[in-house]
């Protein structure tokens, strides 16, 4: 591809079980660019915490956080219905944003070319990003999408319980006071129901091709 390895950086936010972390890891592997979850971060917080129980979370967080190694995330369930309550209310924390956002923006430094998906990327975490895309659905489809990808985990899960958990998380996410959920002036509307993965990545990689053109030229 043309513009592969190029040195830019996407910024994607959402609701939850939007398709934003799908999106944002196509658009990367499709252009060569390192990825990072930053709801994968909170959700390792809230692990943590319900795990280990610390009394002083934060310097406990602090530590975990320093030399974290991102990929291992991966080989963790940390999409339970406890684990996504518990990263809601932690969310709202100043002082536990603040680890995370040191380790997001170390992540984007060291990365010329990045996809950071979250929910206040575009707006918090990465302002001047190139392309920004904000990833929108309705509930239902959120939690069927959600149902669908905790079945296939084997994880004995209420169809009725996802959805419900979904709204208040958004509702939650959209209300706190520090870094709420809400889209960047600039970020492209991305309704991911009604594009199936194909469709989804196609359209934001117009939106990237653009970008590049201008800075790289044709």
């Known amino acids: 591809m043309k513009y592969k390895n190029k040195k830019l950086k996407i910024t994607c936010d959402g609701g939850a079980a939007t398709g934003k972390s799908t999106g944002a890891k196509m658009i990367a592997k499709r252009y060569g660019l390192a990825f990072l979850s930053s709801g994968l971060l909170y959700r390792y917080a809230a692990y943590l915490l319900i795990k280990f129980k610390p009394k002083n979370k934060i310097l406990f967080l602090r530590k975990k956080f320093k030399n974290l190694n991102y990929h291992k995330l991966h080989a963790i369930s940390l999409h339970t219905p406890k684990i996504s309550a518990y990263t809601s209310s932690i969310a709202k924390k100043a002082s ?116 590049l053109k201008i800075k790289y030229g044709n």
Do not use: W
């Not at 239902?140 to 009725?160: D, G, H, I, M």
């Not at 709204?167 to 706190?176: I, N, T, V």
């Open 96 to 211: 536990l944003r603040n680890i995370l956002k040191i380790y997001q923006q170390n992540f984007v430094n060291k990365n010329a070319g990045c996809v950071l998906e979250g929910r206040d990327a575009s707006t918090k975490i990465l302002p001047k990003s190139d392309v920004k895309f904000y990833f929108i659905c309705n509930t239902t489809t959120a939690a069927k999408r959600r149902y669908k990808e905790l079945k296939k985990r084997a994880q004995n899960v209420s169809f009725k319980e996802i959805k419900r958990d979904i709204y208040a998380r958004d509702r939650s996410d959209r209300q706190r006071a520090i870094s709420p959920l809400q889209r960047h002036p600039l970020a492209i509307i991305v309704n991911t129901g009604k594009m199936n993965k194909q469709a989804m990545v196609s359209f934001m990689s117009k939106h990237v091709e653009k970008v």
